[in-house]
């Protein structure tokens, strides 16, 4: 199993991007699982489960592990999946729900963390927008990467992301004075 796979193509991101698949992907970043594991975690029938694993797997995001008989156990391709697909219409609204779900954490994570933000609504609506630019103005060093076939560690894909984000921070400056006002820093 990688520790990091960089998902460019929008055919992936649209594969992932149905609601089953990406809740067996989240039920297998736990340990990896049988067919009749993830059915009964989902309440679904085995041969939709069974349909939606092929169709991971030929996507490259699920491997088989072993099998057990007739059984066969399932795991992710990789340990983390950073969605950096180019903007495609049939992706677009589940990656700007995916922006808006981690915006939302961040400042969930930032109030746990006990900082006082005075306008919370305001502060994740500038986090996803945030999130949206870095995303999109790096998108061709990611695709290189992956194009590259590039094995990255978590720690490396960590310290790649902050670089690119430091990249941009001249254009994104503003932006981050607002943030700093929306928060007791």
Known sequence: MKEVLIITEPETVKVLSEETRFKILQLLRMRPMTINE??????????TVYRHIKTLEKAGLVEELESHGNERVYSRSARIFLIKADPDESVEQFRQAYLQVEAERLVQILEKAGF?????????????QVLDEIEIRSQPVLKRISQAEIELTEVELFHLLNMLVFMQSPELSEKAKKVRELMEL
């Open 38 to 47: 993830l059915s009964e975690a989902l309440g679904r029938e085995r041969t």
């Open 116 to 128: 006082r933000v005075k306008d919370r609504a305001e502060l994740i609506r500038l986090a996803k």
